[in-house]
């Protein structure tokens, strides 16, 4: 016996053999179509990081006490990180996203990472933030790329399919691969094997430095915190398991287990079985 664990119906939905194929048709077309190498292969995803709640941590306590609460600041302003991993094995300066109405000079902290600033009302991209972000990708890899044609793989959120967006990069040589947002899980290597890693080494690193200082971790401090767990998750290994591990690159149509496709095998689009036995008369 073993837990369950919950998944929207729309993402079960998404995951079918006729997706699949379909999403690794258009993938190896355009990489063959425009000779897309694997150094100008590029994936990207966001997440998302609440600096003010404590991180689950192992205490001692009595015998028969099943909870220990730990403080924490209350904080529950979002802040939103960008990465973008290249499937050679090296990844690009992130995008950081603070919640506010304005910049604040406060935020131009201790930034190894190179990392960029934006700033939105909640704290997630939105579609001006989009265009600025897909340019500064395209000033990031243009003098890798040497000319050569890039892919950018994304997320079907709205800020990665204006107008403005997929104009910009059509005009720069970068070809956006976008698959069903609810398919995430499947093909996007961070979501697969990154961000679970990162996530604990930012709580670590959170209670290390909120030991060390005795301060909680705000938008002043996040990079301080962030930047060690970020270079701990995005090693050379990670990264290309990440691409191997959904099949982008090498290419490997079979890299999706059929099992996995089968969750919504009764909502596919193939007519194999067709139609499904009713439980009761529809009226």
Not at 90 to 108: D, N, Q, R, Y
Not at 127 to 146: C, F, S
Not at 186 to 208: A, H, P, T, W
């Amino acid at each position: 016996m073993f837990n369950s664990s919950p998944l929207e119906r729309s993402r079960t939905q998404a995951a079918n053999p006729t997706n699949h194929k379909l999403f690794f048709d258009i993938l190896e077309s355009t990489l063959k179509t425009y000779n897309i190498e694997p150094d100008c292969i590029y994936a990207m995803d966001e997440t998302g990081f609440m600096p003010g709640r404590a991180c689950v941590s192992k205490v001692i306590g009595k015998a028969g006490k099943r909870e220990q609460k730990s403080k924490e600041s209350g904080n529950r302003s979002n802040i939103t990180v960008l990465p973008v991993i290249c499937a050679d094995g090296t990844s690009l300066p992130p995008l950081v996203i603070f919640s506010g109405k304005a910049f604040a000079v406060s935020w131009e902290q201790n930034n190894p990472l190179r990392a960029s600033f934006g700033y939105q009302k909640k704290g997630y991209i939105d579609n001006e933030l989009g265009v600025e972000w897909i340019k500064q990708i395209d000033k990031a890899t243009k003098a890798k790329a040497n000319g050569r044609d890039r892919g950018l793989l994304v997320d079907g959120h709205r800020s990665r399919l204006t107008y403005e967006f997929l104009k910009y990069a059509k005009q720069n040589h970068i070809h956006v691969i976008c698959y069903a947002s609810h398919t995430t899980q499947l093909y996007q290597g961070l979501d697969k094997v990154i961000f679970g890693v990162l996530k604990r080494c930012f709580s670590e690193e959170m209670k290390k430095f909120e030991e060390r200082t005795g301060q909680a971790v705000t938008k002043e401090n996040f990079l301080t915190v962030y930047a060690p767990a970020h270079i701990a998750s995005f090693t050379e290994a990670n990264i290309k398991a990440a691409f191997a591990k959904t099949g982008v690159c090498p290419l490997n149509r079979d890299a999706i287990s059929p099992e996995a496709l089968k969750i919504s095998i009764e909502s596919s689009c193939l007519g194999d079985g067709l139609p499904l036995p009713q439980p009761s008369p529809v009226k």
